[in-house]
């Protein structure tokens, strides 16, 4: 039986938009924003008309896939984002879902296969055990939402870089494509999934994954918006072919960055 596919809903405009111009206003953006970064710049790079909803919702999404390429144009694979102390994590840490906490999936650890596919040499399932004694590696990071907060967390794991040296992934394949128990699904681009920050979590702030952050697995990485951070991961896979994501395909920014 298929899983029901939750009801997506509009796309958030103003979120949209300030998603892109937060983006292409950061210090090492602006020579670029300042040619583009006004209404008519944008629309004409975007071919679009602004004069009513469905060409301004047009409009932003053009503007979004424009600043994909900027992002991953300006990308340092080994830039490292900033980290902190314990004492500034937030406490609580909040659940974040498409969903209310109390409809978050219950994942068995105990029966948990994870599944691995695409452009991999070795492709069988991976228990939680397997993966756990995989070497470790922990961080305390920055969340940042694009609903405009933020929330600092200990995540511990191993080097997503580490696992899929292991699966024998084609690292020159475009993408990484997530699926999860909740339903989301989720991609990212290649240098970011070898990027050294970038973690597949088992732990939260020293003890196992809650369910609220993504037991039994959550992707970690602070380089990226939170909604690029895909929880209750069940199978990775590799491709060249674009995956797109449950927000994504909705309009929002692909490329995501932090």
Request: glycine letters at 8%.
């Amino acid at each position: 039986m298929q899983p029901i596919k939750p009801k997506r809903p509009n796309i958030d405009r103003e979120s949209l938009l300030i998603d892109v111009r937060r983006e292409l206003d950061m210090p090492a953006r602006r020579l670029f924003g300042k040619r583009i970064l006004t209404l008519g710049g944008l629309a004409m790079l975007t071919g679009c008309s602004l004069s009513d909803n469905t060409s301004v919702e047009n409009f932003l999404v053009k503007v979004s896939r424009i600043n994909d390429s900027v992002q991953a144009w300006l990308f340092d694979p080994t830039r490292l984002a900033p980290t902190y102390t314990e004492a500034q994590i937030t406490r609580p840490f909040p659940f974040n879902g498409f969903y209310d906490e109390d409809e978050a999936p219950i994942v068995d650890g105990s029966d948990f296969r994870l599944k691995v596919s695409g452009l991999v040499q070795n492709k069988r399932p991976w228990t939680l055990p397997e993966l756990s004694a995989l070497p470790k590696a922990e961080q305390i990071t920055r969340h940042i939402c694009v609903e405009g907060w933020s929330a600092i967390g200990r995540w511990g794991g191993t080097p997503f870089s580490e696992f899929l040296k292991r699966v024998g992934a084609d690292t020159s394949a475009r993408y990484v494509g997530f699926k999860c128990a909740d339903n989301y699904y989720e991609s990212i681009d290649m240098p970011t999934a070898l990027h050294p920050q970038t973690l597949l979590t088992f732990t939260y702030d020293g003890q196992q994954l809650p369910t609220k952050y993504g037991y039994p697995m959550k992707l970690r990485m602070p380089t990226k918006l939170g909604y690029k951070n895909p929880k209750y991961v069940t199978e990775i896979f590799v491709t060249n072919t674009y995956p797109g994501g449950y927000w994504v395909d909705q309009g929002y920014n692909w490329f995501g960055g932090s």
